[in-house]
């Protein structure tokens, strides 16, 4: 007899199951007629129910991806027909009455590099200037040091079309690449873009004279990514520095695992963002990471496995 649960539901609506159901109802005289009685008789390979509880959660989380990508795409649609039609009225306005000689032609006026066009460092720079002004916005730049920083890098580069060039490994802190985040400061520096300054807590985010000119150059970011970078930060903003590290964790353990090929449950991925992190997160109860975990599925940040494989630490841990 066939039960319906989440698991049979998502049969019944596979190519597979709904090939059963119009089998089972035909009829001799070539008409359809499917009762309850025809579809309790459908039968098909029954896993383990903790497996048909991974299997739903990867299709729902699978699902969630795929709506994200669509209205990235509507997005996308909207904005360039909005710039079609600008362009059109601005070419109609214009008195173009003959092509002009190549001696009139004057040379282009200089515009602000897009961050596409930017290194590795450089458009890391940009992400930690745009973080630090919404936490400024927010009143809570006093929260936005190293830790913040790198957890949210970790973020934008998995789930942003933003590469970031980092190889995080698994430091106590969560996910961090320090030479990485280093030459990204170091060239903030040089440029009188920012710094961090060293406190008695951590380390402190300072503007310095050009800062504003970063923010200016970075707002070319096309609309959909800006979005979603201006997300993921509002999602850090209320955050203490433990509770980052908390998500953070989280977000990349999940990650690792499904790169591996794997399905976990909420169980897996605690003891894999915990007990096989690194001994320090041992220091955090266990409660704290079943919340964080139940936050982040709050969020539109689910893991899907196309963030970097956070490796086994091989580095110089970031002074925190």
């Known amino acids: 007899m066939l039960e319906v649960t989440p698991y049979t539901a998502l049969y019944l ?8 159901m119009k089998r089972l109802a035909i009829t001799s005289a ?26 739903v959660a990867k299709v729902d989380a699978l699902m969630a991806l795929c709506d994200k990508l669509e209205a990235s795409l509507y ?29 009139e032609v004057q040379a282009p006026t200089q515009v602000a590099v897009a961050p596409g066009a930017l290194d590795h460092k450089e458009r890391t720079a940009i992400v930690l200037a745009f973080a630090y002004e919404r936490h400024r916005l927010a009143s809570r730049d006093r929260t936005f040091g190293h830790v913040k920083a790198q957890k949210i890098l970790h973020i934008v580069e998995a789930e942003t ?14 996910p961090n690449d320090f030479p990485h985040m280093l030459a990204a400061e170091d060239w903030a520096t040089k440029n009188q873009y920012f710094r961090f300054e ?18 200016r150059g970075g707002s070319q ?4 990514t800006r979005s979603r970078l201006d997300q993921i930060i509002d999602l850090f903003v209320p955050m203490d520095m433990e509770r980052a590290e908390i ?3 989280i977000y990349a353990a999940w990650n690792n695992l499904l790169i591996e090929g794997k ?21 955090i109860p266990r409660d704290r990471f079943v919340r964080g975990l139940q936050l982040l599925k709050g969020t539109d940040f689910i893991p899907s496995g196309r963030g970097r494989l956070v490796r086994e630490a091989n580095q110089t841990r970031l002074p925190f």
């Not at 190519?15 to 059963?20: K, Q, S, T, V």
């Not at 997005?75 to 003959?98: C, F, M, P, Q, V």
């Open 221 to 224: 970011i096309d609309p959909v």
């Open 263 to 283: 399905y976990p449950n909420d169980d897996e991925i605690i003891r894999a963002s915990r007990e096989d992190w690194h001994p320090n997160k041992m220091k």
């Open 75 to 103: 997005t996308a649609d909207g904005i360039r027909g909005h710039l079609r039609d600008a362009l059109l009225a601005e070419a109609l306005s214009l008195n173009i009455a003959r092509v002009p000689n190549p001696s």
């Open 13 to 20: 609506n596979s190519p597979d199951g709904i090939g059963e």
């Open 247 to 249: 998500v953070a964790t």
């Open 161 to 174: 079309d933003l590469d970031l060039g980092r190889t995080p490994i698994k430091d106590a802190a969560g």
């Open 30 to 55: 070539g008409l359809f007629s499917l009762s309850v009685g025809k579809i309790r008789k459908i039968s098909f390979p029954l896993p383990p129910l903790a497996e048909q509880h991974r299997i």
């Open 198 to 215: 060293k406190t008695e807590n951590g380390y402190r985010f300072h503007r310095l004279v050009n800062f504003d000119q970063l923010v």
